[in-house]
């Protein structure tokens, strides 16, 4: 139970930090009111005077930021994510992270998926062939993979997949049924997924030929156990920490590379919406995608950390 609550207090300690640290960054760019009311804000005709004292106390800009930053964290505890001063009529942030979101998270889960389902099977057959020849040659394609920036891997796959062979769309279209959206959502996953799966591949790589020298390990194949029944039933699940801990750390990263995927594959998600955000200062957007972003890091983690106590209680003591 302790670990549980410890676990807890960090996770709500580390959204207090983000969203503290957001906030503050987030006023620093300047006054938006420019963003509200254009400008008319720098006016100084009676009427326009009128129109920045009434946004202010609309907006509550007129309190000081100790204040502003407690209001906003209440409202954005029950949903309320303010309204984006960037766009024309103000309209609520939260229509536009329920637009985007599910695209974004589709996005993503497919990318983790295809990378776990790269990463494993490409672990095993090199483990079982350690040293050889196509290890060595698998070696080489991971780190390739690995140093490759997303946006260069991204315009291969698009050329190659997308022009000249024809099996998949170049654009996403927002309109198409969740089904064609989600055929459209796969080479941009695979772009995503293909780094990390080279990363999950050399950790877990390394832990399977390292559990493959343990004594149980040995026994077993004393017993006349297949290779294959010892790595897929002995081997691979006391392999898996490394893999199961990068996992839950390289959400972050995934979702940073997921904005420059976004951009060139043109899904219109939580990546873009927030490259738009910043350049147009609109920081209530800023902030609830930075706070979704953060809370949804969190929530993998802690999945990870169950995860981690099901494949060995001892985790939690």
Known sequence: MNYWVQR?????????AVSMLTFGAMNLLGDPLFNILGPAAADTKPESLEK??????LYHLDRPLPERYVRWLGDMVTGDFGVQFGSTGQPPVSDLVAERFPRSLTLLVMAQLLASMIAIPWALITAARANRPADRVSTINSFLLIAMPNFALAVILKYIFGIKLGWFPLTFKATDPWLTR????????????????AVYQRLLRTDLITTLQEDFILMARSKGVSRRRVLLRHALRPSLFSFITVFGINTGALIGGSLIVESIFRIPGLGSAIVEAILREDFPVVLAIVM???????LVNVVVDIIYTLIDPRVKR
Do not use: C, D, G, N
């Open 52 to 57: 920045v004292a009434a946004a202010k106390e």
């Open 8 to 16: 807890l207090t960090a996770s709500v300690m580390l959204l207090l």
């Open 292 to 298: 979704i972003i953060t809370t949804a890091f969190v």
């Open 182 to 197: 989600i055929y459209q959502t796969f080479l941009p996953a695979l772009t995503i997924a293909l780094p990390a799966a």
